[in-house]
């Protein structure tokens, strides 16, 4: 009002200034006349816009703060939320919730998340769908039918998931709608048994085998302590190299090969056993195991592990088969055949010397491994009913047997022969095989008996 009453009294000091002036002026009286309108309406048109400024200024506010309220009560209800959720104005994420930061690797990336486009969270084949669902939310049109839209974790893992958009605000300034999802695949739904506050990450960080996650690049994500304690490297200088980056040359194309068909979807999973190296350029075996975190087959998803130091079985193993190779080196310096066999009537070998072949004429691999050989064919056909009668009761007297008898060698000749050998019993006294060795014997008068 004191603008309308300044602008008032602006105006006739005006007008009598000109008025006054008019008597010294020479010229038409109406171009003096329109000079005095047009000083009149700028100057009412300045104090009407001073006037009404504060209101549009005063409404603008109302409607920001409106906004702002329900926006801020939007959040808390997403927050609320037991399932993961996140806030849309248009296409633009505007809030996430935690279980939805949770459940795609987002936690702590909240503010960088903010003012994305929703579509960079969502599956490239996927675009589509959730155009059409975007599209019946704006409508109102939903028929409220599950939708199934893969959702990308962190890692860049594909999550399969039911979805749902309800529509919450729409006027001018924002289209607010609520997306929910609940993931299909049973790696990323926590059973409902599952307590929150078990610290499993203390039980991870104390296991003596290594952890790890790989992202769909094959890239190391995540590493346990076991990493430093067996390969010295540390895991912050870890991250983001491939596990075939620090494999012996021998054992990289093995490994890239196996776990880009676990990444691929290819393979479920696989084990392998390579060869670390260590900061110090120590070479150790290890035992990986690797399986897709994705159900989906053919889906390129991350991939998760664990890595077991097997370098004391290894050493085990090249020990034994060196004492093996002594043993059988040994053996076939010896004139004769050692055995182990089964209990039947085939005689069937479950080991066998070199010295088969002086013997008999046959080779380790004839006798172990041809099914139409077995050593019950290569004793003489009259003998045979003997020799079974005999070891029998003899094992039956004191578990040993000492008995001559005649084999048919692979040139087809006749050749006596001399076993001896022993029953090997469970202990509930079970006999389970025999254990003896057969040499070449001296010319008897008969064919098969029992030495004293």
């Known amino acids: 009002m004191s603008i309308f009453i300044f602008s008032t009294m602006i105006i006739s000091i005006i007008y009598l200034i000109v008025l006054g002036s008019w008597h010294s002026i020479e010229g038409p009286f109406l171009a003096h006349f329109a000079i005095l309108v047009t000083i009149t309406i700028a100057i009412f048109s300045a104090a009407l816009v001073f006037i009404i400024q504060p209101l549009f200024t005063k409404s603008n506010s109302n409607k920001k703060s409106e906004f702002t309220q329900q926006l801020s009560w939007l959040r808390e209800t997403s927050n609320a939320l037991s399932s993961p959720a996140v806030l849309l104005d248009g296409l633009i994420v505007k809030f996430a919730n935690t279980p939805f930061l949770r ?88 059973s409902s048994e599952f307590d929150h506050q078990f610290n499993y990450h203390f039980i991870i960080d104390k296991l003596e085998q290594i952890v790890f996650q790989l992202n769909f690049e094959g890239k190391i994500i995540f590493l346990n302590p076991a990493w430093e304690s067996f390969l010295e490297y540390a895991i912050k200088d870890s991250l983001n190299k491939a596990i075939s980056d620090f494999a012996h040359p021998e054992d990289k194309l093995m490994v890239e090969s196996r776990l880009e068909s676990v990444a691929y979807g290819r393979k479920p999973s696989f084990t392998i056993d390579l060869r670390l190296i260590s900061l110090q350029g120590e070479s150790n075996w290890f035992r990986l195991r690797a399986r897709s975190s994705s159900n989906i087959s053919g889906e390129r998803t991350s991939v998760i592990g664990t890595i077991t130091n097997i370098q004391d079985i290894k050493d085990a193993e090249a020990q034994h088969s060196a004492n093996r190779r002594a043993a059988n080196a040994l053996l076939s310096h010896i004139p004769g055949m050692i055995y182990r066999c089964r209990h039947d009537r085939s005689w069937t070998f479950e080991y066998v010397s070199e010295g088969c072949i002086d013997i008999t004429g046959y080779d380790s691999l004839d006798l172990l491994h041809d099914p139409s050989l077995t050593y019950n064919l290569i004793i003489h056909p009259t003998d045979r009913a003997a020799v079974w009668k005999s070891i029998n009761q003899q094992i039956a007297e004191n578990e040993t047997f000492n008995i001559i008898y005649r084999i048919i ?23 389970l095989a025999l254990e003896g060795f057969i040499t070449a014997a001296p010319d008897k008068p008969h064919y098969v008996s029992t030495l004293s």
């Open 103 to 190: 459940t795609l690797g987002l936690v702590g990336l909240e503010d960088q998340i903010k003012g994305m486009p929703f579509t960079n969270i969502i599956h490239p084949a996927d675009h589509q769908i959730f155009a059409e669902l975007n599209a019946e939310a704006a409508t109102g049109t939903s028929n409220n039918e599950s939708t199934n839209i893969r959702l990308i974790s962190l890692d860049g893992s594909a999550i399969p998931s039911n979805v749902s958009l309800t529509k919450m605000r729409e006027d001018r300034d924002a289209n607010l709608t609520l997306f929910q999802f609940t993931p299909l695949s049973a790696e990323h739904t926590l």
């Open 409 to 431: 060698t692979r040139k087809g000749e006749t050749k006596l022969v001399q076993e001896i050998g022993r029953g090997v019993f469970s202990s509930t006294g079970e006999l």
